[in-house]
């Protein structure tokens, strides 16, 4: 019969809503990496600095607050660092879930979307 | 061009002045409905394609603002709120601040019951910490509004996109195993 050259797979409106739905979580799934690593890095920024408090010896520390170094009292930093540290990491908790949840998700597709077209279709990073 | 047959539950024909992507049921039938050939389809949705793209960059451009002044809202609001703790303790913020690049300088913030907020346009205006906290509020609320907007409008481009590749792609296949027939017909016939 015919080559292969022109498939002829069908491809019907659930098909596509799948692939739809395949690139929105592929596109969701790279900002969140991104996402990932800056709260990984505010978080390491966080540490070096409740680390330096731990060693200076001032009474009064420059924190930064929006544009300016206010000068604010010691005790009053370790705890904004702390509650900085705290948001950051609960930020960063609920990011890696819904990183494995689309991953989770776009496993699921790919089985799918492979199943019905094949080679067909390329659904992989290039 | 509207979206015409195959109710098979589409999507949006268009969503703020972006036009919806025609889902195509049959190539075959899309065609003839269209009364275009294959190459003259592929160049239409070629073209769609690259509006599509234009649409998409100019979105991501307002997307990167909005998420660049979302933090900036925020740390006024910080600055604001740490002014109206001051105020009780009857003693001055002290605060380094950048006069030119590299170079601080120290100024001393007494007890304060107002701040000025940039309004942008060369404004600016005077307001009491409560008032400013809430502008400030507002903005920020309104900023993070308009950006979940964005984001549904590049979510729904992007499957406009998708949908057209998907369809270049099949009027491609479908343009290459129609000429894989004739050839393959050709040369029976002349035999």
């Known amino acids: ?126 | 061009m509207m979206a015409s047959s195959s109710g098979s539950g589409e999507a949006a024909t268009e969503r703020r002045g972006i036009p919806g992507a025609q889902f195509v049921e049959d190539v075959q039938t899309y065609l003839a409905q269209a009364g275009l050939d294959a190459n003259s389809a592929l160049a239409f949705l070629q073209e769609r394609l690259q509006q599509y793209k234009l649409v998409e960059m100019k979105l991501l451009a307002q997307q990167r603002d909005l998420q660049a002044k979302i933090p900036d809202i925020e740390k006024c609001l910080d600055i604001v709120a740490t002014l109206q703790a001051k105020k009780g303790s009857g003693e001055a913020l002290l605060a380094d601040f950048e006069v030119s690049e590299g170079i601080y300088s120290r100024a001393r913030i007494e007890d304060t019951d107002s701040v000025c907020l940039w309004l942008g346009a060369n404004v600016m205006l005077e307001y009491s910490c409560e008032e400013a906290t809430a502008l400030l509020q507002k903005n920020l609320e309104n900023a993070k509004a308009s950006l979940e907007v964005l984001v549904a409008d590049l979510q729904f481009l992007r499957d406009q996109v998708t949908i057209t590749q998907v369809t270049i792609a099949r009027v491609y296949n479908w343009d290459v195993h129609q000429k894989r027939i004739r050839q393959a017909g050709a040369p029976v016939k002349d035999s």
């Open chain 1, 1 to 126: 019969m015919q080559q292969g050259g022109g498939s002829e797979t069908e491809v019907t409106w659930d098909d596509q809503q799948n692939i739809n739905r395949f690139s929105k979580l592929n596109n969701r799934f790279h900002e969140l990496e991104d996402e990932i690593r800056i709260a990984k890095e505010t978080n390491d920024n966080l540490e070096d600095a409740s680390n330096e408090l731990i060693l200076t010896d001032e009474e009064v520390v420059r924190f930064q607050i929006g544009e300016v170094f206010a000068h604010v009292p010691k005790d009053e930093v370790e705890s904004r660092i702390e509650e900085m540290k705290e948001v950051t990491t609960k930020n960063l908790g609920k990011l890696e879930e819904e990183k494995d949840s689309v991953l989770a998700q776009m496993a699921e597709l790919k089985k799918i979307l492979y199943g019905k077209f094949g080679d067909s279709i390329n659904l992989e990073e290039d």
